[in-house]
């Protein structure tokens, strides 16, 4: 199966030994299934700019399934919520006209910036779209805010210690249950 990831890194700091993780913890769910973990290489870009983007990769790469890590610059831009859904989900119509399936991945939560409501708007948005058109969705926003919470609770931490999840294994879960429909 050939994997094609867009946008920002979806783990921290993603370079080839995070590309091979996610790899190897899809082979892990899905036994017998080869993978071939891509990424584009390119910095993110608003929706709009990156469907362009999406559709010229995809006709070079013929990936089975995309991984979209979408919405940060879109928040940054202030874009309109309601066009940014429009675009996520002419998009995701496209990939399914040309049997490619989507996963998308909500914007990281950052802790303690002023810019955050900003970010709640799109990834509020990004829900809705998944929800309504039956969209795979990693809900790492959520899940990053989460683990931070959980972190503020268990302090005394040492200072400057910075959360650094590994979500290669969600996303390796979602892929598997988007492979499964």
């Known amino acids: ?6 946008g920002p890194p979806v783990t921290p700091a993603v370079s080839n ?3 091979e993780q996610l790899k190897q ?3 892990q769910r899905l036994p017998g299934v080869r993978f071939e973990v891509r990424d584009d290489g390119r910095a993110s870009e608003r ?12 006709s070079a790469t013929d990936p089975d399934l995309v991984v979209w890590q979408v919405g940060t610059p879109d ?9 940014f859904g429009d675009v996520i989900g002419d ?14 991945v909500d914007p990281p939560f950052v802790p303690d910036v002023a ?10 948005e990004l829900s809705d779209v998944a929800k309504t058109r039956n969209l795979n969705l990693v809900r790492r926003y959520s899940l990053m805010e989460h683990w931070n919470d959980e972190r503020e609770r268990s302090r005394p931490a040492p200072t400057g ?6 979500l290669s294994e969600v996303i390796a879960e979602t892929i598997v249950q988007a492979s499964l429909q």
């Not at 928040?75 to 066009?83: H, L, N, Q, Y």
């Open 115 to 124: 810019h955050e409501s900003v970010y709640e708007r799109i990834v509020r």
């Open 25 to 27: 913890d899809l082979e």
């Open 161 to 166: 210690k910075i959360l650094k999840p590994c």
């Open 75 to 83: 928040a940054m831009a202030s874009t309109d919520p309601g066009e």
């Open 47 to 58: 929706a709009e700019d990156e469907f362009e983007h999406i559709r010229a990769e995809v």
């Open 17 to 19: 030994p995070q590309l």
């Open 1 to 6: 199966m050939r994997v094609l990831v867009l």
């Open 91 to 104: 998009a995701a119509a496209w990939l399914r006209a040309h049997d490619v399936r989507l996963v998308l």
